[in-house]
Structure formats: structure tokens, C-alpha cells
């Protein structure tokens, strides 16, 4: 770990920085000291057409001058990179035949052949070109062309003796030279990391001295996206696009990004990049990615050969091909897109890298584990493949083996912030204390160990009876849950980084979640996450994991509101909203919704729509329905052909149908809410709240504003009237609440109280108001039933549990007063023996003598003068009368 | 010299396990030195902002209050010191200016006698913008050199010494020494955001709040070690990054502030004067060194063994406590 603690610092000189990773420190090396793309050379020639993606004007200049007047090396490298930039490499070649073999013409050439596969040919023109004045940049791609093509690292060796050449006669000294030094040193991290900060540095040099040198500024982008720094990726790729809009490269690593780090630009760089080369294997194998994640497995297959038109060994669309065979379950065809790719990437794991990513993003994380595993066996010293095998064995609970694993990939590549947060946290959590129920592991950091147990043992088990029941499937193992006291450890452990705006991963057998202190007090209920993750669970379980991400998440919130009346979030103004205005996905499309948003919340919004779903096929065809769909999915059936065979509906059918049921069902809602779609600041189409609500509330915000209580609550209560599910903050009953109030009515404000608190799983403080309420009114039953979902929604307010306890003793509630009782001591108060006095003096009362009397010498070993508590242990040991 | 430091609460709990009761002390036979007086000084220093001026004139009068009416300290020992010495006045004796507290403080140190106690509570802002740690007065600030040489003429009395304020804990070293107890609110002159210190520490001293082993006192320790644990639970409960660290040093682990109570003396000297009274004390303490000598044993048994054993020297504890309680009542400060 030392050795680790030590590396960090170097780490923070070339990947840190932005709010990804906003557990560590901030960059030292800011893009602030990278030059900016200057202006590029005389604005009508082809170079500066090029240089601004004008690739059909480029082309066009480049070949009228070498027609010419202007029959230089320049333009005709224009030409040819032009060509190949659009897809047209054959054409390139044909197009500047007459300067093959030039040394400065040699690499666009050289790209040109490896886009067609001609690798020998291609090596040729390097070395061609390692005549010419880019000498040693030609050098340098030619070794890695070597290493790609299976020189694996003797290539590296000769390249490393390259540089330390250099070195001796005194270094690089143009743009061109440090740009090959940089491309040289990116490559051998592979053999030492830290040449990955000497990539860093002459990347940083080349630009200085030719800031108009993209490709170097790509790598440069590149390498930030493996390091998953995504800010400086991103500032690095949209300069280049600021320059550069068509900029292939830099297109294809924003596509990646974007898929990384779940931001969105207002246009798709996947489509303006299939626009630029219609033809590129790299274009079509990120297209067909996508159409994995969306479940179209056949789409996948014809969109990644799209990519094999120019070059029909391109690995990329061949891993592509092999990773939606395996998930179609076509093992054959799966082996032999995978041997396909193997022929081109030989010695390497960048297959297996692949398809062990998309394993993980399909939630088949043994897959991935298998994946990664074949990976490190085809190349040990791969630190994507380690990492990726250490980081999913961590998700399938293989806690010991990932951490081995995670510490080989980081001795490889210290560089990575996933793989150096995860063993960060993995040292931080390591003091975990592990608690077993009969089905789970319930692990917990130690000062918080004692309080969740007692709340999230018997929730779980409570999940557990339920949904195994619902579902007539059982875990094959014990299901570890991990909680976290820190939102942004809970995201590493998710994800790698900090940042993750969910509030609970499943695993599958491993369920990661929040802990009530990790988000401010009404921001979430933990129980509610506990109860969701557990039906991922059972629904992954029960499908091997094959269940598409739209039915896994629907399911998971449609038990949520079936567990409890409060949880699962019910039906809001913006689901209505944006489902009037067209914003959301129809049911067969709803996986998109998912995983491939069109906007910010579109994603929660699915979330509730898929829930309703479900609740109405539970309606239509019980538990029996879904189970049956379960188990189809099991067996690689797809959503169309399942809900026909299990539903009677097609597509359309099922999609109509749903709409049908939704409207009726919130028929006072939909006339409640309009969704108006206007466009936002940036470009993207946002949706607003129009219609009758909208009035409602803010006629009662503008009567708020002055004070006019009266007209407060009239308009309020039109307002819950209309839409009466909706409890959440801004609602209309939050506005009875303050209108009542402020005009001392507590039987007004108890009832909106009540409402919210009926409807809204969150709302903790409004619990505690009503409670008091409650108390006061002599409802010492609603009061406990209030602090309970209170205590409940976050166990750790004392005075919450104190008050509790008292309530629940005066009932004689012994197992309510006992548990709060207890959650008291676990709190470690000040007064330490006054909470052991107490907790004894409720076993005593429920007549559990001899668990009063320990607590009650507990609390006399810590004050042995404590006249109470000494009276209390007299009374235990003199009669079996309770005191 | 050694340190209680905040990281060290499973120390002070330990401590608290050996911890002699008030009323075992009181049964010992009451030395000369036992009947000595207790002065009290509080000084509350420029606040900056009304919140905290009254904030800290509370707490003030809180502790004028309670030394004088729960521990039985005479009125004329115990002096208040505050910016603006009109306020409430009669109570507050003088204004926090150096020149004062170098009085006030000269004249008590230099008279102190070896049995008399001397308690400082300091309620003000702390700095080290030039290095040196300074509490912020009216008029030319204090650093701890300066209290130090004040507080230099008392070399054999008892003196507690509380800087409750910010960027206090170089207090720590500059005031150590026999018979020395120095509480700080900060563990560095680094730690320089305002305090939550003082208001847990002069509740857990003025209410009951502080009594966590139920003797009907509050020691030092108790009053340190409840403040401490209210500061961490602010931090930990938001989920915020600590900004202050509590300090004790006291030259004995803890020990001397474990039985410094701010109860005069000469209230137990009356307790104990009644022969039916210390009789039974003494018969109580005798229990309760029973019980101190099995606290020592106790790393080497179970927690059922040890709980096994503590029971009967608890219900004998107990029983003479309901003695005790049969004879005339004891004078309870």
C-alpha cells in the first residue's frame, strides 16, 4: 500500500483534475499549459481546408494544385489523408499513385494501407518515409505497426533503444520529433508506466512548438480516455473539434467518452462520424456497441460489418460481431468473429478487454470475469485486462482474488484512477465489519456497524421472504451487501470513480448501497435502495443475468411500491408531463430510455414508466406472467418475441395497450398536466410543466409570497386535488403544510403532513413534524407509526430513537422500544450508561431479565455509583417482578 | 508530560474504568491542603460578531452561576472578565483587557497557596497569522508566553487552564506542568475556524449533562471528554471534515482532571465531618477499590467472566449506597 500512497503523487501530475475525480487532487499539469490550436496556414489552401475538416474542399484544392502549378509533397499529402479521413483509401492510393515511395508523401500512404488492411504495404511506406525529414516519427509508427502486427515487445525494445538514441545526440528538436517521442513513450508504459508521464511531456512540447499538429493533440486526448481522466479528455478532444469538427479520431474518442462519463453533446458524435467516413470499421464498431447495449443483437452483426467493407480483417468490427454473438447465445458464432479479430490482434487482450466491457455493461459480470481472465492469459502484462478481471471479481464478491489482481494491474499502470480509487477504497473499507443474517452479509463500517444492523438485517430478510416468494427464486449464494457511509466510496466501488449519481448498484449477489449519512437527510430512502437492489437480485438471478436493463429496473421499483406505499417514487408531474409531449421511449423502445438517454432526466423518468409496466402485466397476467418472461429471458428470448408468446402483444400492441392502461389509470392526472417542449439554453429540447397544476401551484406560491394564507391553502388544495399521488418537495400538500402552519391550524397541517408522508418514502423531517403533532394530539399510535418510517428512513437521529423509545415503551411495544433502545446505544451518546440504564429497563419490562441485568451491569461498569441503575439491578436479582 | 488526545477516547474510557469516585475521595481522611479555595476566572475575549458575544456572555454567566450555586464557590472568587464590562453589570467585574487579566490573574497566582486551586476558562478567538498564537483581546492580544509568565508565581497550586477558542493548542505546551491542567479546543495554532468547543464544554460543567459515571459531579475529564465527543458528533454526522481536535494535558494521562471537580473542597470537608456519613463512605470506598482492582484484571477475562464478577461487588456497592442513603443527608454540591 506504501508503494501506492507514494505513486499517488505522480499520478496527480498527469491524470488527475475534474469532478470525475474529485476524490483526489486537483491536476498540476492544467490544460491552461497547452497552447491552443493557433490559426491555421493561408485559409483558402488545401492544408488549412483540411485542417478545418473541409474534406471535400480539401481534396478538390489539393488535387487542382497538384494538377497544377502546385505539385508539392504538401498537397499531396493533403490529398491522401483527406481520402482517408472520408473512407476512401483505395481511391487515395489510386488518386496520388505518382507519389508512392516519396518519404514525405510515405505517411499518409502508410495510413491509407493500414486502413485497407495492406499491412505490408504499409510498412513499406514507413519505412519509406523514415527516409524523409519525419524520420523518426516514421520510425517510431513502423515499430508500432511491427508490435501490432505480433512483434509484441521486441518491437517496444528496438523502440526504446530508438529513443535512448535520441537521447544521445541531444533530443528531440522539432515538433515532429517530440510528437514521436510522445507516441514512442505512450507505448512503452506498457513496459514502465511512468514513460506514460514522459508521453505526457513531449505531447505537452510537440504542441508547444506546433499547435496545429491534431493528430499529436488526438493521441494526447486518447491517452486522458485511458486513463479515464475524462475532464482533460474532454477539454483535449473539443479543441481539436473547435478546429476540426469532422475530425474522425477525435470524433470516435469523444463517442467513447461520452459513453464513459454519460455526458451528452448536443450532436451525436457517432452519427457525425459515420457521416464523415460512412465506411470506417472504427464508426461501425462503435455503432454496433450501441446497438449491443440496446439489447439488438442481429442489428449489431450487419451494423459492425458495415465496418468490414474497406478492410475485411478490421478488428474492431469482428470484436464487435463476437461480443453480440455471445450475448445472443451463439456460442459458434461468437468463437469465430473472436478468431477473425485474434488473427489481427495477435498476442494481444484488446478482444477480450472488449468484450469483457460489454459483459460488465450487460450485468454479466462472471462473463467479464471469464473475459478478463482470457485477456491476462493472452497477455499478462495488459493492464486493462487485469484490471477489468480485479475489478469484476470484485463485483461477483471475490473480495481477496480482486484485490491480488487490482494490485498486479496497478503495478503495470498506476495511471489508471479506477484501479487506484478501488484499492484505495478497498484499504479504507478494509476495517468493515461483516454481519450475517440468515441470508445475507451485511457489511458495514465499524462506527456504523452496530446501528445498521439492527435496521437493515431484518429489512433485508423482510426483501428476502417477499420477492423470493413473488418470484419463486432463491439465490444460489449468501447476497453481500456493502454499504458506504461515503457517497463518493459507494460510487468508486460502483463504478471507479466519484461522481455516480445512483444510490445503489446490484451485482447480482453483491449489492452496494448508500448508507443514510452519505446524502442529506430527505434526499433518499436507504430501506427503499436495500429493497430495490435486492430485486436486481432476484431478477438477474433468476435470468443469468440476461434480463434487459429496462425489466430489471421496472421490476425493482414496482416491488419498491409494493413493499411499502411510500417507496418507489409513484406518479409525478414530469413522468405525466413528458410522457404527454412525447418524451419518453414507448414500452418496446423503453430500454433506450436507459441506456441511451436523450436527455438529463430521462432516465429517472424511465425508471417510474417502466414500473408501470409491470404493474399493469401483474394486473393482466399475475406473478405467473412475469415469471414466465423471467424464464424466457433466461434462455436468450428477446422482449418482442416474449411478450407475444406470454402477452399475446406484439410490438405495437403491447405499446398501445400500455398507453391505453396509463391514460386511464392517471386520467385526473393527464388532465391535470401538460408537457410543453421548448428548446433550452443549450440547444436541447426540455420539457415543461403547463396546465391546470401548474396554475394551481403557482397561484399558491405568488399568495405565499405575500403572506396571504387563506389563498395559500385554497389554491393548494385545487393543487393536490388535481394531482393527488404527488407529495414530493414543491407540491401542493408542502404548501398546506406551510399555510396551516402559519395560521396555527395543526389539524390542517397534521393532514397534509400525513399525506406526504403516506406518498413520500423520504421525507424524514416532515415524519418528525407530524410525530410531534401527533403527540400532541394524544395519536401516540400515529406517532410511532410516523417516527418508526422516520427511524427507519435514517436510523442514526438519536433524538428520533429516544423519542421512540419512550412512545413505544408507554405501549408496551417491547420489540419497537428494544430496537430503539438498542439504536441508541449503537449511536455512542455522551452519556453512555444512561442509555445502557435505559435499554435495561426496557428488557427488564418486556421480561427479558437476563438481558436487562447485563445491560444494567454494563451501564454500572462504565458508573458503578449510577443509584438507578443500581436500583435496578437489586430489583432484577431480588425478584422475577419486573421493576 | 503526556497527552489525551481526541484519538484517544478508548483511552479516556479506560480511564474512566480506574477512575476513583468523588465520594471515595471524599472518605479518605481530608488533608490540610484538602480545604483549600478555588477561584475562578473566565474570560470571554473579543467576539467579532454580536452572536458570539452573546453566545460567550452566556456562557459566562452560566459558569458565574454554577461555581457560585452547584459547587460553592464564594461569589468573591470568582471574577468574569469580558470586552464590554458594563455589560450585566455586578457581574461582569472588569473589561478582558491584558493589563486586567495580568492583574487579576498576578494578584490570584501570586497569593495561591498550595492547596488552593486556580481555574482559567477562556472564551475567545485565537490566532497565529504571525506565527505566534495570540488570543484576540480588547486592546494588545495574549499569546501563552504571556499567561505563562502571569501564571509562573503558582508553581505549587492546582491550576486548570481551558482555551476554549480557536488556534489554542499551543496552550498546551506553554502552560504544562505539575499540577497543571491544560484543555485546549484545538490541538495546533493551525486549527484556526471558530470553535463548537465552549458550548458543550461549559454545559457538560454547569448542567448534568457532563456526569457520564453518575457520582453527581462533573470532573474535568467528564467535562473534556463529553465536549470532545459532541464536537466529533457534529463532524461525523455531516459528514464534515474535523476542524478541531480537543487536547488534554494534564501530566498524568488524564488522572489529574479525573478528580478535579469545580465542587470547593470545604463541601466535602462538611460532608465527610458527619462520623455516621464517612463511615459509611468509607465502607464504600473500600467496595469500590474491589471494583477498581477487578477493572485492572480485566483484559485478561471474558466479558461474561468479568460482568460475572463485577455483579456482586456492585450489588454490595449498591447496598451501601442505600446505607448511605439512610444517614443524614450528605452536603451534594
Known amino acids: 500500500m506504501s508503494a501506492r500512497r507514494c505513486r499517488v503523487r505522480q499520478l ?23 497552447p491552443a490550436i493557433a490559426s491555421t496556414p493561408g485559409s483558402g489552401s488545401p492544408a488549412a481546408l483540411y485542417q478545418r475538416g473541409m474534406y471535400d474542399q480539401a481534396i478538390a484544392a489539393a488535387e487542382q494544385a497538384l494538377n497544377g502549378a502546385a505539385a508539392t509533397p504538401a498537397n499531396a499529402v493533403v490529398l491522401v489523408r483527406a481520402l482517408v479521413d472520408v473512407g476512401k483509401p483505395a481511391e487515395a492510393l489510386q488518386r496520388a499513385a505518382k507519389w508512392r515511395g516519396h518519404p514525405e508523401v510515405s505517411p499518409a500512404f502508410a495510413r491509407a494501407f493500414e486502413m485497407l488492411g495492406k499491412l505490408d504495404d504499409a510498412d513499406e511506406a514507413w519505412s519509406a518515409a523514415a527516409r524523409g525529414i519525419d524520420s523518426l516519427y516514421a520510425r517510431v509508427e513502423r515499430l508500432r505497426l511491427q508490435r501490432d502486427r505480433g512483434g509484441a515487445d521486441s518491437a517496444l525494445v528496438r523502440m526504446n533503444r530508438l529513443l535512448v538514441a535520441v537521447d544521445a545526440r541531444g533530443g528531440a528538436r522539432t515538433a515532429s520529433e517530440f510528437h514521436a517521442m510522445a507516441a514512442a513513450s505512450r507505448l512503452l508504459g506498457r513496459l514502465d508506466a511512468q514513460r506514460y508521464k514522459d508521453a505526457l511531456r513531449w505531447y505537452d512540447r510537440a504542441l508547444v512548438l506546433d499547435a496545429t499538429r491534431l493528430d499529436a493533440r488526438v493521441e494526447l486526448g486518447e491517452m486522458f480516455l485511458e486513463k479515464f481522466n475524462f475532464a482533460d479528455a474532454r477539454t483535449t478532444l473539443q479543441q481539436i473539434l473547435a478546429v476540426n469538427p469532422r475530425q474522425p479520431r477525435a470524433l470516435a474518442a469523444l463517442v467513447r467518452l461520452n459513453a464513459l462519463d454519460g455526458q451528452r453533446t448536443p450532436r451525436d458524435p457517432l452519427l457525425q462520424l459515420l457521416s464523415v467516413n460512412p465506411a470506417g470499421a472504427d464508426a461501425h464498431a462503435l455503432a454496433a456497441r450501441r446497438l449491443i447495449d440496446a439489447e439488438q443483437y442481429d442489428a449489431a452483426v450487419v451494423e459492425a460489418r458495415k465496418g468490414l467493407v474497406t478492410d475485411s480483417t478490421a478488428p474492431g468490427p469482428w470484436v464487435a460481431i463476437a461480443a453480440a454473438r455471445w450475448l445472443a447465445l451463439d456460442t459458434a458464432g461468437h468463437r469465430a468473429a473472436l478468431e477473425r479479430a485474434h488473427r489481427r490482434l495477435i498476442g494481444s487482450a484488446s478482444a477480450e478487454v472488449e468484450l469483457a466491457e460489454v459483459s460488465a455493461r450487460n450485468r454479466l459480470y462472471g462473463d467479464a470475469v471469464k473475459f478478463a481472465r482470457a485477456g491476462v492469459a493472452r497477455d499478462a502484462r495488459d493492464a486493462r485486462a487485469q484490471a477489468l478481471l480485479g475489478i469484476n471479481l470484485l463485483r461477483i464478491g471475490q473480495v481477496t482474488t480482486a484485490r491480488s489482481t487490482l494490485e498486479r494491474a496497478f503495478a503495470l499502470d498506476p495511471f489508471d484512477v479506477w484501479v487506484k480509487n478501488t484499492l484505495d477504497l478497498l484499504d479504507a473499507y478494509a476495517k468493515a465489519r461483516t454481519m450475517p443474517t440468515d441470508h445475507f452479509d451485511l457489511v458495514v463500517e465499524p462506527g456504523d456497524a452496530d446501528v445498521m444492523s439492527l435496521y437493515a438485517g431484518p429489512l433485508a430478510e423482510e426483501a428476502y421472504a417477499a420477492l423470493t416468494t413473488r418470484y419463486g427464486f432463491k439465490p444460489s449464494e449468501r447476497v453481500r451487501v456493502e454499504f458506504y457511509r461515503s457517497h463518493a466510496d459507494f ?22 448501497v448508500d448508507e443514510p449519512p452519505a446524502r442529506d437527510r430527505g434526499e433518499f430512502n436507504w430501506g427503499s435502495v436495500l429493497w430495490h437492489e435486492f430485486a436486481h437480485t432476484i431478477t438477474l438471478g433468476a435470468t443469468d443475468n440476461r434480463v434487459p436493463r429496462w425489466v430489471s429496473e421496472g421490476l425493482s421499483v414496482h416491488e419498491e411500491r409494493r413493499a411499502r406505499r411510500e417507496w418507489g417514487g409513484g406518479v409525478t408531474p414530469m413522468l405525466i408531463a413528458a410522457y404527454s409531449a412525447n418524451r419518453l421511449q414507448p414500452v418496446s423502445r423503453l430500454n433506450d430510455g436507459f441506456v441511451h438517454p436523450r436527455y438529463g432526466q430521462e432516465v429517472i423518468l424511465s425508471y417510474g414508466l417502466a414500473a408501470y409496466v409491470f404493474e399493469m402485466l401483474e394486473e393482466q397476467k399475475g406473478m405467473a406472467g412475469i415469471r414466465a418472461l423471467l424464464n424466457g429471458y433466461r434462455v436468450g428470448q428477446r422482449t418482442p418475441q416474449l411478450m407475444q ?11 398501445r395497450t400500455f398507453d391505453r392502461w396509463f391514460r386511464t389509470k392517471f386520467a385526473r392526472e393527464f388532465a391535470a398536466v401538460r408537457g410543453e417542449v421548448r428548446t433550452g439554453a443549450d440547444g436541447e429540447p426540455i420539457t415543461e410543466l403547463a396546465g391546470p397544476l401548474r396554475d394551481a401551484l403557482t397561484a399558491a406560491a405568488t399568495a405565499m409570497q405575500q403572506k396571504q394564507w387563506p389563498q395559500v391553502v385554497a389554491a393548494a388544495q385545487r393543487a393536490v386535488t388535481l394531482f393527488p399521488e404527488w407529495a414530493e418537495p414543491g407540491s401542493g400538500y408542502h404548501f398546506l403544510v406551510a399555510a396551516h402552519t402559519a395560521l396555527r391550524n395543526t389539524t390542517g397541517a397534521r393532514g397534509a403532513l400525513a399525506a406526504i408522508t403516506a406518498r413520500n418514502g423520504d421525507a424524514v423531517d416532515e415524519n418528525i413534524t407530524l410525530a410531534g403533532l401527533l403527540e400532541a394530539s394524544r395519536d401516540s399510535a400515529g406517532a410511532i407509526a410516523a417516527l418508526g418510517r422516520a427511524a427507519l428512513a435514517d436510523p442514526f437521529d438519536a433524538k428520533v430513537q429516544a423519542r421512540l423509545a419512550e412512545l413505544t415503551f408507554a405501549r408496551r411495544d417491547w420489540p419497537a422500544a428494544i430496537r430503539a433502545r438498542r439504536t441508541v446505544v449503537a449511536l455512542g451518546p455522551t452519556d453512555r450508561a444512561d442509555a445502557l440504564y435505559r435499554l435495561a429497563q426496557t428488557l427488564a419490562a418486556s421480561g427479558d431479565r437476563t438481558a436487562a441485568r447485563r445491560e444494567v451491569l454494563r451501564a454500572l461498569d462504565l458508573a458503578p455509583n449510577f443509584e438507578a441503575a443500581q436500583d435496578l439491578l437489586l430489583s432484577l436479582r431480588a425478584s422475577g417482578k419486573t421493576p | 508530560m503526556s497527552k489525551v488526545r481526541n484519538a484517544g477516547r478508548r483511552m479516556t474510557r479506560a480511564i474512566g474504568l480506574v477512575a476513583l469516585t468523588l465520594l471515595a475521595v471524599a472518605a479518605r481522611p481530608l488533608r490540610a491542603q484538602d480545604a483549600g479555595a478555588t477561584y475562578l476566572v473566565v474570560i ?18 452560566a459558569l458565574a452561576t454554577a461555581a457560585t450555586q452547584r459547587f460553592g464557590i464564594p461569589s468573591a472568587r470568582v471574577i468574569v472578565l469580558e470586552q464590554d464590562s458594563t455589560r450585566d453589570a455586578g457581574r461582569v467585574q472588569g473589561r478582558s483587557s491584558k493589563v486586567t487579566i495580568e492583574r487579576v490573574l498576578g494578584g490570584i497566582a501570586r497569593t495561591l497557596t498550595v492547596a488552593d486551586r486556580l481555574v482559567v476558562i477562556v472564551l475567545a478567538h485565537g490566532s497565529s497569522l504571525t506565527g505566534e498564537t495570540r488570543v484576540n483581546l480588547p486592546g494588545p492580544d495574549m499569546t501563552p508566553a504571556d499567561f505563562a509568565r502571569v501564571l509562573a508565581p503558582a508553581t505549587a497550586p492546582t491550576i486548570a487552564f481551558i482555551q476554549t477558542g480557536s488556534a489554542s493548542g499551543e496552550f498546551a505546551t506553554a502552560l504544562a506542568g505539575p499540577r497543571r491542567i491544560v484543555i485546549t479546543a484545538t490541538k495546533s495554532a493551525r486549527e484556526q475556524n471558530e470553535t463548537l468547543f465552549p458550548g458543550p464544554f461549559v454545559r457538560a460543567l454547569t448542567t448534568d449533562a457532563g456526569d457520564t459515571d453518575k457520582d453527581g459531579r462533573v470532573s474535568l475529564l467528564e467535562a473534556f471528554t463529553y465536549a470532545q465527543h459532541e464536537v466529533e458528533q457534529v463532524f461525523t454526522k455531516g459528514s464534515l471534515l474535523p476542524t478541531e481536535h480537543p487536547l488534554l494535558v494534564d ?44 477493572r485492572a484484571r480485566r483484559s485478561t477475562l471474558s466479558e461474561d467472566a468479568y460482568l460475572q464478577a463485577l455483579e456482586p461487588l456492585i450489588v454490595e456497592l449498591a447496598e451501601r449506597t442505600r446505607a448511605l442513603r439512610a444517614t443524614p443527608p450528605v452536603v451534594k454540591p
Do not use: K
Open chain 1, 12 to 34: 496527480l501530475s498527469l491524470v488527475c483534475g475534474g469532478a470525475a475525480l474529485s476524490v483526489l487532487a486537483p491536476a498540476l499539469l492544467a490544460q491552461a499549459a497547452r
Open chain 1, 491 to 512: 460510487s468508486v466501488r460502483a463504478v471507479g470513480l466519484a461522481g455516480l449519481g445512483a444510490l445503489g448498484v446490484a451485482f447480482g449477489n453483491v449489492l452496494v
Open chain 1, 645 to 655: 408468446q406470454v402477452y399475446g402483444l406484439d410490438s405495437a400492441a403491447l405499446d
Open chain 2, 44 to 61: 470571554a475575549g473579543v467576539s467579532g460578531e454580536p452572536r458570539i458575544g452573546t453566545e460567550w456572555h452566556g456562557m459566562a454567566m
Open chain 2, 251 to 294: 501530566g498524568a494521562e488524564g488522572g489529574r482532571a479525573r478528580t478535579f471537580h469545580l465542587a470547593s473542597t470545604a463541601s466535602l470537608a462538611a460532608a465527610a465531618s458527619s462520623p455516621a456519613t464517612a463511615a459509611a463512605l468509607t465502607a464504600r470506598a473500600e467496595v469500590q477499590a474491589r471494583i477498581d482492582a477487578l
